[in-house]
């Protein structure tokens, strides 16, 4: 293991938040100065932004939803937006998820005529498969530039079929979108997920999720079937959400490298986020121990003294990819090989998750090779000199390879790109490194 820590942490931006009308991401840069962790600091995490933009969606549907401690990530805040008002013409940016999410919230709403846009990136990640199954449903979908992309021009009416066939290993967002709205349909809805399925975890939170709602659903095989809603109590329900899991991966990290305690709130012990994954991951690997306090809701990252840390990480992420690019600087940044599968997703996020990993990996001082599916080390050099992250617009680039600090100096180029899914990274940042 790399010595860790030597100087302080040097702040040279100022981190301003953007409003919420305004989603240009500033050519601003993030200088780190190699740095050290200080010891038991807690840190409080916003609500996980995949509960809470499938929340909205059925506050939206059933009106009957009151939800607390909602993510304060732009992605969230864009999708809230878009909910609340009643425009022809909606435009969401960045964001991935309320783009999928509001392609079938938008097929149902009888009567109404809705395109639906975002970002240059936005128009380059294919949706073809979503669309499909709902033109399969009886909804009339257009494409208005290139086929099998957005933006979309969408005819709301009342979905009556009750059976489609879906791509399982396409993004589980696809999936979710239809599941969201399936208990607002006549006959409900079945779903059969045609190959192997991807990211199984977060379908499983969907369905979690309905279910506590009042939303019968079953998950055998490969069938999805969701129940009729349209009859539901309409009693105010209460979620409280908790924290996000895929935001908590990069404290993970720091206590991986620094050898510190971390804690962190509010966490539940039997969450339903797939990227809780990351407690057996970073004790199996990295020596990183998590004890839960169920009273405060609060997790403890406690390095376990005399850790050995492996020889080599094969792993299949397949039900986590999100975490992929952390798990990756870590193991780069402690120049411990790795080999990891189950990635199919990530060439469709953001940017190309894999090259931009492949690329910036280099800088580090990591050699990789990567296909459609996996990325692997091949070798382990000194870092470069001046080192730059190239962030590609992806708020987990930038965040994931924050960690570096505490080995060497860096710059995280596009620093706000964070906006997205962790407005408040860098203060909780500040919170952690000695002054």
Sequence with gaps: MPEVGSRKFLNQT??????????????????????KLQENKTIQISGSKSISNRLLILESLFKNIEIGNLSNSQDT????????????????????????????????QEGKTTILTGSKRMKERPIKNLVTALQNLGVEIEYLENEGFPPLKIQGRKITETK?????DISSQFITSLLLIAGKLENGLEINLVGKVTSRSYIEMTLNILTRFGIKSSFTGNTIKVESFINYNSSIMNYEVESDWSSASYFY???????????????????????????????????????????????????IEGFEFPEKIVLDMNNCPDIAQTLCVTAAAL?????????????????????????????????????????KSISFNEPQENI???????????????????????????????EKSYPMFWEDLYELLEK
Excluded at 14 to 22: I, R, Y
Excluded at 80 to 108: C, N, P, Q, W
Excluded at 164 to 168: E, N, S
């Design 388 to 418: 730059s992250i190239a962030t590609y617009q992806d708020h987990r680039m930038a965040m994931s390879f924050a960690p570096f600090c505490l080995i060497k100096e860096l710059t995280i180029e596009e620093e706000n790109v964070v």
């Design 335 to 375: 120049k411990i090989p790795f080999e990891i599968s189950g990635l199919e997703t990530l060439r469709v996020k953001e940017t190309d998750r894999l090259l931009a990993l492949h690329n910036e990996l280099k800088k580090l001082g990591t050699e990789t090779e990567f296909t459609d599916l996996t990325i």
């Design 14 to 35: 100022f981190h301003l938040h953007l409003p919420a009308s305004s989603f240009q991401l500033r050519r601003t840069m993030k200088k780190l100065e190699k740095s």
């Design 77 to 108: 805040q864009l999708l809230k937006k878009a909910l609340s008002e009643d425009s022809d013409i909606v435009d969401i940016h960045h964001a991935g998820t309320a783009m999928r999410f509001l392609t079938s919230y938008y097929s149902i």
């Design 164 to 168: 489609v066939d879906v791509p399982a």
């Design 253 to 303: 990290s720091f206590a991986a490298l620094g050898r510190k305690t971390i804690h962190l709130k509010s966490f539940y012990k039997e969450s339903t986020q797939g990227d809780s994954a990351i407690v057996k991951i970073y004790e199996e690997f990295f020596g990183i121990k998590t004890t839960f306090t169920e009273q405060e809701h609060k997790l403890t990252l406690e390095p």
